[in-house]
């Protein structure tokens, strides 16, 4: 708690009621006497947020395809170009995370599903996406040099705007789940391999 006011420059209120917000989504956890801590990651749990991820959103995407209209269509179109115009490392040689890629990227799967016509659905994607990001974050490395991620994104926008549902949440799941494999077939993040699965050997949405 110290820690984090002196680095925040605030209160010892709002850093708790951050602290408490964050456990209460997942992403942190409280232990008596000890404190606040980082949650833990696990196989089981990405295979489950995953699974989830594709569910919930599937279905967020197939409304706003069925809800579609000239205006959302081109939400979709814009927020695509920007995505795409923006380098996903900001150097050549190496992998260096662009901040700016990674708001364009969020903005363009919530533009996606956002014309669903549900406020709670979109905001249980959200928090779905908030709760995988540090494990997307643990696959960038190694995926960034071989995967294609900007075809995929393509691909996905092309389906949406032809109105082809069925090939759109498709893609989607396909692009959600590759993300996971990556991170499950890495023995430097998951070196006991299969044993912290509990029976979860792979994505299956």
């Given at each position: 708690m110290r820690f984090l006011i002196e680095a925040?420059?605030?209160g010892q209120t709002p850093v708790r009621e951050a602290l408490n917000r964050l456990t209460a989504e997942g992403l942190v956890e409280c232990q008596d006497q000890r404190g606040f801590s980082v949650a833990g990651i696990s196989r089981a749990e990405l295979v489950?947020?995953?699974q989830t991820r594709c569910w919930i959103e599937g279905l967020a995407l197939r409304e706003a395809i069925a809800r579609a209209t000239p205006q959302w269509?081109?939400?979709v179109l814009v927020a695509h170009h920007r995505l795409a115009r923006m380098p996903r490392s900001l150097s050549d040689d190496r992998f260096e995370g662009n901040p700016e890629?990674?708001?364009q990227h969020r903005a363009f799967h919530h533009t996606l599903i956002v014309h669903c016509g549900s406020r709670p659905l979109v905001a249980f994607c959200d928090q779905l996406t908030?709760?995988?990001y540090r494990y997307r974050q643990l696959s960038i490395r190694k995926a960034f040099p071989a995967r294609q991620v900007a075809r995929e994104h393509q691909a996905i926008?092309?389906?949406v705007l032809e109105r082809d549902t069925d090939a759109a949440v498709r893609l989607l799941v396909d692009h959600y789940t590759a993300t996971a494999a990556v991170i499950l077939s890495d023995v430097a993040i998951f070196p006991d391999g299969a044993s912290d699965t509990h029976g979860a050997q792979s994505v299956d949405p």
């Open positions: 925040y420059g605030t489950e947020l995953t269509e081109e939400d890629w990674e708001r908030d709760q995988l926008r092309d389906a």
